[in-house]
């Protein structure tokens, strides 16, 4: 298979923010794209609402639930390429309510790899996380990091990884997996850090509530991971396929840093004040994540073309516009 040959590409979570940014990058590429939207009553489409009439066009909203197999099954019939980022990924609720982790995370994936092998679907991307590694042990982390799960949402993730790769093993499912580092940008939910911080000033706020500041990461404008998403959907399947790649930019900045930087984008004297109901358990805080891309690099040449201060700039622009800014609570504390 190569980019010119796949033309219909499935998408799980494709009205979330990564999946809306995929959707918009396979389109421009040249695909058409089937988009599962979870299941709702609102008759939502997510952020896929929100993309211009020439992007939708090539888009067939599918409306399911990747717990349930048939509706899985109906996303993926005749797909050249499925690309699977549906799941549950706030780690706070996933203290919460883990037993929804393991239905959407590692059942959902299950559902995802059996559609995929009985129809023989030519490509599969899986999404894993580089929470998976827990905190690092050796800098920078290549794939072959130990696995250290410190939270559910992090070993529900690792579950559907070592499903993915035993379909490989057992069935020869063509199955890739790509394991993003931090991804942020345009859409992305207050759940996370940077539009947690980018979000409260462009409401107004200047004392800035946060969690613990010390721990680094990683962060991948949301463009570049979208387009490592569709480079290993699309390469020759004896350069990726049964392998795992990471996605992240080698870079790492702490939390207070990041806050420092944010400020001196946006013009803005911060002050943070700490949340307890912010910190997490100690030993289930990653506190260092920094990525080797090396392998993917290699695989496929492919590399971030945004610096942070860029992939910044674009994401304090899209929050200072109100119509987005509108479709936050930027004063609540979502996990
Ligand atoms: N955001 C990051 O920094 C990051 C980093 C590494 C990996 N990831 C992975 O990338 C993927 C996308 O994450 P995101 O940041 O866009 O989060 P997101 O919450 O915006 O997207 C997840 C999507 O999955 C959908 N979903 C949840 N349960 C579902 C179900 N039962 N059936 C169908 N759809 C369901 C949600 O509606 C949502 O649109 C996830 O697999 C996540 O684990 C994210």
């Given at each position: ?73 109906g ?7 499925v ?25 959902g ?13 030519p ?26 799960t ?26 890739v ?7 942020f ?20 706020e200047?004392?800035i ?16 991971t ?16 049964g ?15 990041l ?7 946006m ?22 994540l ?26 304090i ?19």
């Amino acid at each position: 298979m190569s980019s010119t040959t796949a033309t219909t590409a499935a998408v799980t979570g494709a009205e979330g923010f990564i999946g809306s940014h995929l959707v918009e990058k396979l389109v421009a590429d040249g695909h058409r794209v089937r988009a599962m939207v979870q299941y709702n009553s609102f008759s939502s489409f997510g952020w896929l609402e929100t993309l211009g009439q020439d992007v939708l066009d090539n888009v067939e909203i599918v409306l399911g639930d990747v717990r349930d197999p048939g509706s899985v099954t109906g996303l993926v019939k005749g797909a050249d390429a499925v690309y699977h980022l549906a799941a549950l990924i706030a780690i706070p609720y996933s203290y919460q309510a883990p037993h929804s982790y393991v239905e959407t995370n590692v059942t959902g994936t299950l559902n995802v790899l059996e559609a995929v092998r009985h129809l023989e679907i030519p490509r599969l991307v899986h999404t894993s996380t580089s929470e998976t590694y827990g905190t690092a042990q050796t800098v920078p982390i290549t794939e072959d990091h130990p696995i250290n799960t410190q939270s559910p949402y992090a070993a529900s993730k690792a579950g559907g990884d070592r499903l993915a790769d035993s379909y490989h093993a057992s069935f020869e499912t063509p199955v890739v997996t790509l394991r993003p580092f931090n991804t942020f940008g345009p859409r992305q939910s207050m759940r996370a850090v940077i539009p947690t911080v980018i979000g409260q000033v462009a409401a107004g706020e200047r004392t800035i509530t946060l969690g613990d500041l010390r721990p680094t990461r990683d962060f991948l404008y949301v463009k570049d991971t979208a387009a490592a998403f569709a480079t290993v959907g699309t390469a020759p399947a004896e350069q990726v396929v049964g392998r795992t790649f990471n996605a992240g930019t080698g870079g790492e900045i702490s939390v207070g840093d990041l806050v420092t930087l944010v400020g001196k984008l946006m013009d803005a004297d911060l002050t943070v004040r700490e949340d307890t109901d912010r910190i997490r358990p100690a030993a289930s805080e990653v506190m260092r994540l920094v990525a080797d891309a090396t392998r993917l690099r290699e695989a496929t040449g492919w590399a971030p073309a945004h610096s942070l201060e860029e992939g910044l700039l674009h994401t304090i622009e899209f929050f200072r516009d109100p119509a987005n800014l509108a479709r936050y609570k930027t004063d609540l504390y979502n996990v």
